[in-house]
């Protein structure tokens, strides 16, 4: 069972930056192969797409973050980034990562993002 794990959620303040991390648990040869995104879902809201990245390095944002956030991935290390700048009391959520290949999905368990004063 491949497993994704997300960290480096927290409280931050309005203007300020996070930066995510999310680790897959497959080989290097593999995880390449893998299109990974990252969600947020805030209180009373759905869960929505926030950025993903193909496995080809294709790159896709959420308008509401466009020039904000960055998705980048390491191969190397079968983990993908979400750096977030400027960030704004909407954007707080708990966000996930997603790994897709072929017809499996696989979802983290969440991590939590702040934003406040």
């Known amino acids: 069972q491949v497993q994704v794990v997300e960290s480096g959620g927290g409280l931050v303040q309005p203007g300020g930056s996070l930066r995510l991390s999310c680790a897959a648990s497959?080989?290097?040869?593999?995880?390449?192969?893998?299109?990974m995104g990252w969600y947020r879902q805030a209180p009373g809201k759905q869960r929505e797409l926030v950025a993903d990245?193909?496995?080809?390095?294709?790159?896709n944002y959420a308008d509401s973050v466009k020039g904000r956030f960055t998705i980048s991935r390491d191969n190397a290390k079968n983990t993908v980034y979400l750096q977030m700048n400027s960030l704004q009391p909407e954007d707080t959520a708990v966000y996930y990562c997603?790994?897709?290949?072929?017809?499996?999905?696989?979802w983290g368990q969440g991590t939590q993002v702040t934003v406040s004063s």
């Open positions: 997603n790994g897709r290949y072929g017809i499996d999905t696989y």
């Open positions: 497959v080989s290097r040869s593999l995880f390449r192969f893998y299109d």
């Open positions: 990245i193909s496995s080809g390095g294709r790159t």
